[in-house]
């Protein structure tokens, strides 16, 4: 992803300080960065990756390393072997470089469950050390933002689920982060407050690298501006949504079969999607070569290049042709 230059200031409750002398942003190294836990299990291995300002999806199946990489940047875990530089600073080495400028919403994400919103965070920018005046007004941004000023007085033990995603997400914003690494925060959430979400982290990088985790495509396509697609614990691409999408081009074909010739297909092909229509059931799918005598090449989308680069999770005959798919000089 290209190094960009910030041309104005942003503005906002998530919006901080230009960089000195409108400089550009943070970088974020990782160079072969490998984390194995004891009995021999490896969720990184040799993973190599440089982020810059914008939003970067990290996208793979659930298992495939993603939440280890992200305490890695996070400081949360040491890794095996690698170095994680920011900015030119070893934060293996010097954590403290890193948690000064990290905002960090976890996949599990604890809270208190007697105190309320406003305290709970007014409690973690103390122990930010940011001053009390500053929090409060801070806080009250916040939880504008991330729409819960109604429920303010009600205990977070009292909370749904999509509620206290949201608690997370304010806390990940306390400090304005010029780093800010996100796992799996949508989940819990409902459409209105994920469109909500994804609006936010496209204004918050633009002098900042956001780093959000998923295995649900629709989270990043809107907003990414980098993808790293992720399975067992190996990088199998890098580069922006469009470059990958270019790659993937004459591989995605739609057709109408009958009804009874769908559930055929699943077992020979990487199917993305079947809508049943009056004429039969209209299947998108990925393959090299035409499958069907009367299929049509259509442009791939992400979901699309998601399933030509994750490995199928079953094995089976469909195993064979996503293989046969990714032969050639660019799969």
């Known amino acids: 992803m290209t190094e960009r230059t910030t041309e104005h200031a942003p503005t906002g409750p998530g919006a901080g300080p230009a960089e000195p002398g409108g400089g550009r942003g943070p970088v974020l190294d990782l160079e072969g960065v490998t984390k194995a836990f004891r009995g021999g299990t490896t969720a990184v291995e040799d993973l190599t990756l440089r982020l810059t300002p914008g939003v970067v999806g990290l996208l793979g199946p659930n298992g495939a390393g993603k939440s280890t990489l992200m305490r890695v940047m996070a400081t949360v875990t040491r890794p095996t072997a690698g170095r994680v530089l920011l900015d030119g600073t070893d934060i293996v080495a010097r954590p403290k470089a890193m948690r000064a400028v990290l905002g960090y919403l976890p996949q599990d994400f604890g809270v208190y469950p007697h105190l309320t919103s406003r305290e709970f965070l007014g409690y973690l920018a103390a122990a930010k050390g940011l001053p009390a005046r500053t929090a409060r007004a801070r806080i009250d941004d916040l939880l504008e933002l991330v729409n819960l000023t109604s429920a303010v007085r009600r205990p977070l033990g009292g909370y749904s689920g999509g509620m206290l995603r ?33 609006n936010l982290l496209a204004e918050l990088s633009r002098d900042r690298i956001v780093v959000l985790s998923t295995h649900i495509v629709s989270d990043v396509e809107s907003v990414a501006t980098d993808l790293a697609v992720v399975a067992a614990g190996r990088l199998l691409r890098h580069g922006s949504p469009d470059s990958l999408l270019r790659e993937a081009a004459g591989l995605v074909w739609e057709a109408v079969v009958p009804a009874d010739a769908a559930a055929g297909l699943q077992s020979r092909h990487r199917v993305s999607r079947m809508v049943r229509t009056g004429d039969g059931v209209r299947v998108r799918l990925v393959s090299r070569h035409s499958p069907l005598p009367d299929a049509v090449s259509v442009p791939p989308d992400l979901e699309d290049l998601y399933l030509l680069v994750v490995p199928p999770s079953r094995t089976g005959p469909a195993a064979a042709p996503f293989q046969a798919a990714l032969r050639g000089p660019s799969w």
Do not use: H, M, N, S
Not at 169 to 197: C, Y
């Open 166 to 198: 949201r608690v997370g997400i304010a806390q990940a914003l306390l400090a304005d982060p010029r780093v800010l690494i996100a796992d799996e925060p949508t989940a819990g959430l409902d459409p209105e407050e994920r469109a909500r979400f994804r």
